[in-house]
């Protein structure tokens, strides 16, 4: 068996995904591995306290350089995750097109700041606190003129879709700009068919809001993108119906449950 040698890697792109099957692979590489323009989210930095738990010695998860000395084994640990952000940032939306007034609990508020940043200037109340997060919402929300998806801490390309939806019914004209991955704009067929206003041009978006949505039978095509129905459809009249949520519960577990919490009217159809 051939053993992994240890190496210098640079990063053509600060990516979430390549920084950690690095660090994963290079736990037990042999000599050491420096990872050049690694990705900074907090997801990099549990792995890598994780990782340390099991007997791993691994150093600057959080910084654009992270470097993993090979260690022969690890041994078996407890860890608790940290909570999920993006989630937390959906629900926080959900609450923001809903006109609704919500308490998110046992969130890492730092994780959030790129996304209360865009809710506050969508007209939101935002009260902070060290693991809770309140919102509550005008009337009518706001548009948002400039919003441009980047590498943590930037605005995160995972809450894109949401963000959109919520657009979708703000006052004015919002531009969105999807810097970090290609072919993100999925879910816009789908939100046009319930009355939303937008076009496309390459990476921008371009969102005219509507005063109002209309429910409607729609298909989430991705992840992310059918979280961003479900919320177009908690704030869209009459009756709204998304299929494939197989995408859905990838990344969101009982995601119905969640906002039925929180006053929605919501329910899976077998």
Do not use: W
Request: with cysteine.
């Amino acid at each position: 068996m051939v053993k992994l040698q240890g190496s210098e890697i640079l990063l053509d792109y600060p990516s979430v995904g390549a920084t950690e099957n690095t660090m994963l692979i290079a736990v037990m590489a042999k000599g050491t591995t420096k990872i050049r323009n690694a990705a900074k989210e907090p997801e990099i930095i549990d792995l890598e306290n994780y990782l340390n738990k099991m007997g791993a010695k691994v150093t600057g998860a959080g910084t654009s350089e992270i470097v993993i000395e090979g260690v022969e084994k690890l041994h078996h640990v407890e860890h608790k995750i940290i909570p999920d952000r993006i989630v937390a940032g959906t629900l926080a939306v959900a609450g923001a097109i809903t006109g609704g007034d919500i308490l998110l609990k046992n969130v890492i508020v730092d994780h959030l700041k790129p996304i209360i940043s865009k809710l506050k200037e969508a007209g939101c109340f935002v009260l902070e606190e060290d693991t809770s997060l309140k919102i509550k919402a005008p009337q009518r929300i706001k548009a948002v003129e400039m919003t441009k998806t980047l590498p943590y801490p930037g605005f995160p390309t995972d809450m894109q879709a949401q963000f959109m939806s919520l657009m979708t019914v703000a006052k004015g004209t919002s531009i969105i700009t999807e810097t970090v991955f290609e072919n993100r704009y999925k879910h816009v067929d789908e939100l046009t068919r319930m009355g939303a206003k937008i076009k496309i041009d390459g990476r921008v978006a371009v969102v005219q809001g509507a005063k109002k949505l209309t429910g409607a039978k729609v298909h989430a095509k991705d992840l992310r993108g059918g979280a961003a129905l479900v919320l177009a459809g908690l704030a869209a009249e009459g009756v709204t119906m998304v299929d494939h949520i197989k995408h859905i519960d990838r990344g969101y577990d009982e995601f119905d449950k969640m906002l039925q919490k929180l006053g929605a009217y919501i329910y899976r159809i077998d």
